[in-house]
């Protein structure tokens, strides 16, 4: 029981951070229709360049833990807007439907290149502001990074839900996510809401990259699977609900840790895959999504 309990901690730990970048998904999705293939890339960066400020390479350390998060979320909110900016902006004025596809993963694997050749391609460790004694809960042991991990992505999305419900520039979010023609006619500068949807999407993937960063390894690589899965957590969950990404970024997570240990670590992937199959082949629009209904 205290195994099972502990690998669904784990479980929980690991999908929180599929949720968050998953919400990054959704907030471009929402104002423009198109997606960040490179949204792995942005957690990579933000977790190495949070290594730079925070760790023993390049000199350092500069900060400590707490001190590296704005200068990380400030990198990482930049890096969107450079995304947008040469990106997505051209596609969507051309109105070219799969240009930004392309155009996202290209700049991705470009950040994944100059990470390799600023960083190297080993992986790093990176130190935790915790303690790394785990705690033990009801007969599991749970390490603090992980009860952060979890508590710093609940914080984040509702961060993030407090600002689109309660001010004047989330409503503008919230209007461009509903009807960018009709916010644009109402003297909302939907080019501009666009812009910062992917700025805080980036920020989001890079918060994500310094908060699971202690409990694994730092590396160039590091973004790619997890990027890809936290899209699998935004097609089950739904790529218009917030619920949709937390229940599936949970699900997948405790699939994962639960298939490792009782099956086997080289199928630990199988679950998750088989439950997007399974939510495509039933519900398209994801659990929790709402179906679109397209008017001509």
Do not use: C
């Not at 992937?269 to 398209?284: A, E, F, M, Y």
């Amino acid at each position: 029981m205290a195994i099972l309990l502990q690998l669904l901690m784990s479980g929980i730990a690991l999908g929180m951070i599929y949720a968050v970048i998953a919400f990054g998904y959704q907030s471009t999705f929402a104002t423009s229709g198109t997606l960040n293939f490179g949204q792995g890339e942005a957690l990579m960066l933000g977790a190495l360049v949070g290594l730079s400020l925070a760790g023993t390479v390049s000199g350092g350390p500069y900060l400590n833990y707490w001190l590296m998060l704005p200068p990380v979320l400030l990198f990482g909110a930049l890096q969107g807007v450079v995304v947008e900016r040469i990106a997505v902006r051209p596609a969507i004025k051309t109105k070219s439907e799969f240009g930004w596809i392309m155009s996202t993963i290209a700049l991705g694997i470009i950040f994944r290149n100059v990470a390799e050749n600023i960083w190297g391609r080993d992986d790093l460790p990176f130190p935790s502001p915790l303690p790394t004694d785990p705690i033990h809960i009801f007969g599991a042991s749970v390490l603090p990074m992980e009860l952060l991990v979890v508590v710093g992505a609940l914080v984040m999305m509702l961060g993030v839900e407090f600002f689109n419900r309660r001010t004047i520039y989330g409503k503008a979010v919230v209007a461009t996510s509903t009807d960018r023609d009709a916010a644009g006619l109402m003297g909302i500068n939907t080019s501009m809401v666009i812009t910062f949807s992917y700025a805080l999407s980036s920020m989001t993937a890079a918060f994500a990259g310094v908060l699971i960063a202690p409990v694994t390894l730092t590396g160039a690589s590091m973004g790619a699977v997890l990027g890809l899965k936290a899209f699998a957590v935004a097609i089950i969950g739904g790529l218009n609900s917030g619920l949709g990404v937390v229940v599936g970024g949970i699900l997948l997570g405790v699939a994962e840790t639960t298939t490792g240990f009782y099956v086997s670590t080289g199928y630990k992937d199988v679950p998750g895959l088989i439950l997007l199959l399974l939510v495509l082949s039933v519900k398209p629009s994801g659990l929790f999504g709402k179906t679109t209904i397209k008017k001509v």
